[in-house]
């Protein structure tokens, strides 16, 4: 199996509440998967789309672009986007890039 | 095998295309300790990554400075293939890694130069766009500015561009120690603390 089909998981804990976990680096040939993920979720049954990001040790700016544009994508559909549980390592480029403050970001999936 | 082209020379590689003689010694500082050549498929940046950061803390980086060196690799890598080849695919990109000798307070560095074959751009015009302005994209360029401590963009001799980046590491005046952390050891000097 392609490692990118088991690249993330998505799960519906309650009703509602959509948590997508992906389970490696983030970057440019992967992000197009989170894309489709999130947008696939978004719907108007979703309140809560929460990315879990836990076995992420790496993120680009194409997976920033991702999450940028998912932040979009809920604010027009009525669904609130939550990070949880994000490395220092991911955490720091969303500061580089000045984002850390325009995403809502928690430390745990519970949190969420 | 050689033949003409408009009166350039030009070499007919086995499995590469086909390119100015000559060329080959265009690619890369022969001078770097480290020269990978790959094509322009994000599968790869995983690996380029990685080595990378490895190498980065084999020269004296932080696991933080590692990791943004890393990125700033990869959104180099990644503008290459995403503006400079429109995403093709098979298209050929150079890296070269090389330690900075060490200058003042800095023990050291690294200096990496990523060479390709797309199209020349003015390097006036690479920069990042305004981070007030929040969209999807546009964030490579400032990423790399704000991670290295100097970057240079120059078109190359014949074909292509030259990103040449490189940073510096950075040492704490009185870094703390092991020992510091552990208890039962008391501070040099330190009057007021006895080993326990």
Known sequence: MHENETFLTVSEPSSGVVVISPSADVDMSRSPILRTAIQQSMNPKTSKVIVHLEDVGYMDSSGLATLVEAMRLGKSSNTSLVLSAMSPKVLAIFEIARLDSFFTIVDTLEQA | ?196
């Open chain 2, 1 to 196: 095998m050689k033949n003409l082209s408009n009166g350039v020379p030009m070499i007919q590689s086995r499995d590469g295309p086909t390119r100015p003689a000559g060329d080959e010694q265009e690619h890369m500082d022969s001078k770097a300790h480290i020269q990978i050549r790959l094509i322009s498929d994000p599968t790869y940046l995983c690996g380029v990554r990685e080595m990378v950061a490895s190498v980065a803390r084999r020269l004296g980086f932080d696991d933080m400075d590692c990791s943004k060196i890393s990125l700033a690799l990869d959104e180099a890598l990644c503008n290459v293939i995403r503006h400079g080849y429109a995403k093709a695919f098979d298209k050929p990109i150079w890296i070269g890694i090389t330690p900075l000798e060490p200058e003042g307070k800095s023990p050291g560095g690294i200096t990496i130069v990523i060479e390709d074959e797309a199209k020349k751009v003015d390097p006036c015009k690479i920069i990042g766009r305004h981070l007030e302005d929040i969209k999807p994209g546009g964030l490579g360029v400032h990423i790399i500015r704000e991670v290295m401590d100097h970057v240079r963009y120059e078109p190359r001799e014949t074909i292509g561009m030259r990103l040449t980046m490189s940073k510096r590491v950075v040492r704490e005046e009185n870094p703390p120690r092991l020992r510091d952390h552990l208890p039962g050891f008391a501070r040099k000097g330190d009057a007021a603390s006895k080993r326990v």
